[in-house]
T-cell receptor, first 115, second 117 residues
């Protein structure tokens, strides 16, 4: 069965510093995708970054990068140069279900950026 | 280019009433997903629909919950005879393609917060 684990319920980071949010996953599928979403206090889910299981390079999107370690089944999100607007809940997710492309989410990490 | 639109943003119902949640996918998207988020938890898959078809409802409670995505109009998630345990945020997501695409990212709406009194 697929599973996503986020072990950090909350994190603090100083503005302009980098922060790593942890995510480990479990699946028996060979082909899968890993996603990170941001949920600010307003509630919407904002897509940040995607990593495919066959991608050899770590994904990057602006200040976001995904540290993908396939053998360890981890997909940590790295946010560089944190900004106050980065304060939000962050969810790691993995798609499963083959053709139906469903997502399974972790329980999230609440990031607070301090000035 | 409007995103995924959900309404209402907040919905309050008394126990036993019906709740109807609406979702208009992004323009050009024909695949709709509904997810539920309980307090302090991540989102959990409920149902996946394409126009006029339910493709996967494995995450939907067997009773009181139904979903549709008609040829015209928004997708509707309907909860009959609501109970306090139905209180949650309900998110709709859409994608241009669903079948056979493992890297298709989902675009989420802002959610409907259902509160059952």
């Amino acid at each position: 069965a697929q599973k996503i684990t986020q072990t950090q319920p909350g994190m603090f980071v100083q503005e302009k510093e980098a922060v790593t949010l942890d995510c480990t996953y479990d699946t028996s599928d060979q082909s899968y995708g890993l996603f990170w979403y941001k949920q600010p206090s307003s509630g919407e889910m904002i897509f940040l970054i995607y990593q495919g299981s066959y991608d050899e390079q770590n994904a990057t999107e602006g200040r976001y990068s995904l540290n993908f370690q396939k053998a360890r089944k981890s997909a940590n999100l790295v946010i560089s140069a944190s900004q106050l607007g980065d304060s939000a809940m962050y969810f790691c997710a993995m798609n499963y279900g083959g053709a139906t492309n469903k997502l399974i989410f972790g329980t999230g990490t609440l990031l607070a950026v301090q000035p | 280019n409007a995103g995924v639109m959900q309404n209402p943003r907040h919905l309050v119902r008394r126990r036993g009433q019906e709740a109807r949640l609406r979702c208009s996918p992004m323009k050009g998207h024909s695949h709709v997903y509904w997810y539920r988020q309980l307090p302090e938890e991540g989102l959990k898959f409920m149902v996946y629909l394409q126009k006029e078809n339910i493709i996967d409802e494995s995450g939907m409670p067997k009773e009181r919950f139904s979903a549709e995505f008609p040829k015209e109009g928004p997708s509707i998630l309907r909860i009959q005879q609501v109970v306090r345990g139905d209180s949650a945020a309900y998110f709709c997501a859409s994608s241009p393609r669903g079948v056979g695409t493992t890297n298709e990212k989902l675009f989420f709406g802002s959610g409907t917060q259902l509160s059952v009194l």
